[in-house]
Structure formats: structure tokens, C-alpha cells
């Protein structure tokens, strides 16, 4: 960037190498102890009213024993963070004690709200790489790659960050679209319609349009939009599909395994419903997919319905433990390693 852009952003540049460099200070190290234990009380606090407000107790009792059940559900949860971690410690050469920071990711993403941990990725990348966040810097933020072939990902980490989140995105598109496919071919159009009032299923139709819209418009603009090379993005996006596919299924197999009496067709139509749903902008989404359960399952509705519930509820306790999980990992580790290249 250069001429007025340069001398636009570089006060705000400023501010943040003051900020940094008072964060590096003593004073600054101890403010960032007290606020992640606030952090962390916060997190944990409103996980345990959540799951509080849902009640425990009733639902332990309709909580699966299978250990099956528990290693599906175990790998279910884990996999994205790993996935995630896996992407980057390639790029970046990370040791496996940063695993802590992508189970924080992964909670603060869900139990905050949607790009909360994207943020706190790019904080912790900005401090890692120790970013001078000027505008000549190689490592500021960047959007695209214009004709060149991009840029590496340990040159450009908070590009990197952005770029990954798209390629999730679109993997996540694309695998919506395979399974919505998959819900029409066993016939969940006809469940659909009859359990769904015409106006959910138009805004369900438009909402999909302008997903489909919006993937094409990042794939015809990716120069402009995608700041790494093609090599590294395609990794990612591989990565991603298959993450997305494999929690997709890893959760469909625990619905099996704790209800095995209901056929694995009638998971798979359920599982590509969710799916679906879970990426319109409709309201009521959790009500619409249990209307959606009930009318597949017919007389297995009310254990159905306390699956799904009792499977919340361990979510949340998950969310707790891997917080708890990331606090252990990183107290073993008292000098993370510095940022390398490859």
C-alpha cells in the first residue's frame, strides 16, 4: 500500500504497535494473566448455566452407555480443532502444545459467537509473528493476490486466517449442497413440504440460492479475495471437506448407535436435513428439525427427542472440558515456541 492509504492507516498502525509493546511490558503480561482467567471464569460460567438451565439430571438418564456411542461422539468433537491445527501446523511449523489455542478457537467460535475465536486467532498470530502491523510490512493483513502466485502462509498469517475461514466456508457449501442432494434422492422433499409451512421453504430456497451465489462470486473474484497460493488454499479446502464430511457422519453414527431400531436411511435423511437447515436463515431452526424428527421417526419420536436433547447438553460439556483441556495444555508450556517459516 502506498501514498494516502499509507498515511491513512498509519496512525491506527501506531496505536496497535503501543498497545503491543505495552502488552510485552510486565504490567502488560499480568493484565493478560487476570484477563484470561476472567476469560476462561466467563466462558465456563455461562457452559455450566446452559447446561444447568437444560437440566442435567433428566437427562443423564437418557444418555447413551455404549462406549461406541462415547468414542464416536469423542471423535466427533474433536475433529475440527485437530483438522484446524493439522492446516496450520504445516504453514507454521507448530508444535503440538498449540493445539490449546485452536480448542479455545473452537469454543469461543460456538459458545460466544460466530468468528469471536477468528478474532482471537489473529491476536495470537499477530503476537506469535510479532506483526509490526505497518503498511509496508509483509506480514499485515492482505486481501488477494492479484496476478502474482501468493504469498506463504507463515509471510502472511493473518491472510492465512482469512483465507482458511473461506475455504471452510466453501467447503461447508459445497457439502450442504451434496447432502441436500442426498435428502431429495431418499425423500425428504416430501417430508419437507408436508411438515414445513410454503413461506420456511421459500426463504429455505432463497437462502441456499444466495449460498450458492456467494460461493461462485468467491470463486470467480479468488485473485482479488485469497491472498495464498492456489497449492495452500486447495489444502485447506480439501482438509475441510473432509472434516465436514466426517463430523457429518461421525454424528449420524452416534445417532445410530444410541437408536439402532431406526434405520440408517432415516438417519441419513434426518443428518442431510439438519444439515441443511442448520445453514438457512430461518427461525426456529431447532423446532423446524425436531417437527422434522418426529414425522421421520413416527413412534421413536419421544427417544429421538431426548437424544437430541441429552446430545446438547453434551456439547456444552464438551465445550467445558476441551476450555479446561486448553488451560492444562498451555500450563505445561511456559515459553511457547517463537513463529518459524518453513
Known sequence: MAGGGSALLAPAFARINRARRWFDSPAGGRFKMIASFVMSAIILGLLAQAIFDVGWRQLVAVTPTRP?????????????????????????????????????????????????????????????FKIAFTPDDAAAPKLGRGDGPGSHAAEAPIAAIKDVAIMSGLAGNLFTLLMLILAVV???ETILNSEVDPTTVRRMIIGFALLIALSLTIVFNRNRLLTLTVAANMRSFWLHLFRVSAMHFLLVATWFVALPAIGVGTWLVLGALRLVIGRMPVPNKELLF????????????????????????????????SWLLAIGIEASDPAPDAGQKE
Not at 501446523?89 to 477468528?118: C, I, P, Q
Not at 418426529?294 to 467445558?320: E, F, K, R
Open 186 to 188: 431418499l425423500g425428504g
Open 290 to 321: 425436531a417437527a422434522l424428527a418426529v414425522d421421520l421417526t413416527g413412534d421413536a419420536s419421544v427417544q429421538v427427542a431426548a437424544l437430541m436433547a441429552a446430545q446438547g447438553v453434551l456439547y456444552l460439556a464438551a465445550h467445558g472440558l
Open 68 to 128: 461406541l456411542y462415547w468414542l464416536l461422539f469423542l471423535a466427533f468433537y474433536f475433529l475440527q480443532p485437530l483438522v484446524d491445527w493439522e492446516i496450520f501446523r504445516h504453514w507454521w511449523r507448530l508444535g503440538w502444545r498449540t493445539l490449546a489455542m485452536f480448542l479455545k478457537r473452537r469454543v469461543m467460535n460456538e459458545a460466544l459467537f460466530s468468528y469471536a475465536g477468528d478474532a482471537f486467532m489473529m491476536a495470537w498470530a499477530a503476537t506469535r
